[in-house]
């Protein structure tokens, strides 16, 4: 059974940072892709950031130097490092991973900037 579990989000200032951990089970978590979506109301979700199995990584053009995805294989584990948090990247923040053909996500956990 494929789990995925994040922890790590709140409220926080503008400018403010929040480190967000998804801890993957049920998977050979060295061999997959990660990445972490974002929905805020009213809009669909989208791709913040994805690291690959060799660790390459992209990210949306809006987090592009503000947000760092990393993993550590050892803990079954991937980060989302939000730096120079702003109040549109208030959003309920979603891991994801496809194994076996499927698609698996996180129950999601709130980020909320305040102005």
């Known amino acids: 059974q494929v789990q995925l579990v994040e922890s790590g989000g709140g409220l926080v200032q503008t400018g403010g940072s929040l480190r967000l951990s998804c801890v993957a089970s049920?998977?050979?978590?060295?061999?997959?892709?990660m990445k972490w979506y974002r929905q805020a109301p009213g809009k669909q979700r989208e791709l913040v950031a994805a690291?690959?199995?060799?660790?390459?990584?992209n990210y949306a053009d809006s987090v592009k130097g503000r947000f760092t995805i990393s993993r550590d294989n050892a803990k079954n584990t991937v980060y989302l490092q939000m730096n120079s948090l702003k109040p549109e990247d208030s959003a309920v923040y979603y891991c994801?991973?496809?194994?076996?053909?499927?698609?698996?996500w996180g129950q999601g956990i709130q980020v909320t900037v305040s102005s």
């Open positions: 049920g998977i050979i978590f060295s061999d997959k892709a």
């Open positions: 690291i690959s199995n060799s660790e390459s990584t």
């Open positions: 994801h991973t496809i194994a076996w053909g499927r698609l698996y």
